[in-house]
T-cell receptor
């Protein structure tokens, strides 16, 4: 157990809908990262937050957004969902001064 | 050319074998190198973390980094059936507190009893 929690474990929804994925980092970690894992693309970095502020952006679609709250938990919002958004979404966290990232168990999103 | 290339396998070995997993990369700014193990439908688990070139050993696992060749390796000695998983290499540059990881696509390893 990495200490990173993610909810829900599974999410099944329809095209055009909006969902919110939630992540709680390890105790004391200030950085939260979101990744998407699909069979064809592998693990792709989406976005990083550090102590409430956006720090880095990767291949994140405009339909996707994220935020980190004062208690350091983070949410990833996915809207206008398409079939191709079906994937595993992972959250990871790291201490403020190191880039060893610890991953949560993931949320499996299925868009029908 | 992808930034990180990793042979997807699958790789099948008998129990007790020495396993060698490799990645090549093109971005010379990468300085931090990691290996993750991912069991089916689980989150990646950090196995090894190295900085710059050199070797690091932890139990049955040895990580090697050759920055001049842009090549990293993970060796598993005395492999066990419980080592059966997908192994992902990951890398990042030293961009302050922006530590986004770039991953290889993973190598699927099966260790047969």
């Amino acid at each position: 157990d990495s200490g990173v929690t993610q909810t829900p474990k599974h999410l099944i929804t329809a095209t055009g809908q909006r969902v919110t994925l939630r992540c709680s980092p390890r105790s004391g970690d200030l950085s939260v990262y979101w990744y998407q894992q699909s069979l064809d693309q592998g693990l792709q970095f989406l976005i990083q937050y550090y102590n409430g502020e956006e720090r880095a952006k990767g291949n994140i679609l405009e339909r996707f957004s994220a935020q980190q709250f004062p208690d350091l938990h983070s949410e990833l919002n996915l809207s206008s969902l398409e079939l191709g958004d079906s994937a595993l979404y992972f959250c990871a966290s790291s201490p403020f001064d190191r880039n060893e990232q610890f991953f949560g168990p993931g949320t499996r999103l299925t868009v029908l | 050319q992808k930034e990180v290339e990793q042979d997807p396998g699958p790789l099948s070995v008998p129990e007790g074998a020495i396993v060698s997993l490799n990645c090549t990369y093109s971005n010379s700014a990468f300085q931090y190198f990691m290996w993750y193990r991912q069991y089916s439908r689980k989150g990646p688990e950090l196995l090894m973390y190295t900085y710059s070139s050199g070797n690091k050993e932890d139990g049955r696992f040895t990580a090697q980094v050759d920055k001049s060749s842009k090549y990293i390796s993970l060796f598993i000695r005395d492999s066990q059936p419980s080592d059966s998983a997908t192994y992902l290499c990951a890398m990042s540059d030293s961009g302050g507190s922006n530590y986004k990881l770039t991953f290889g696509k993973g190598t699927l390893l099966t260790v047969n009893p």
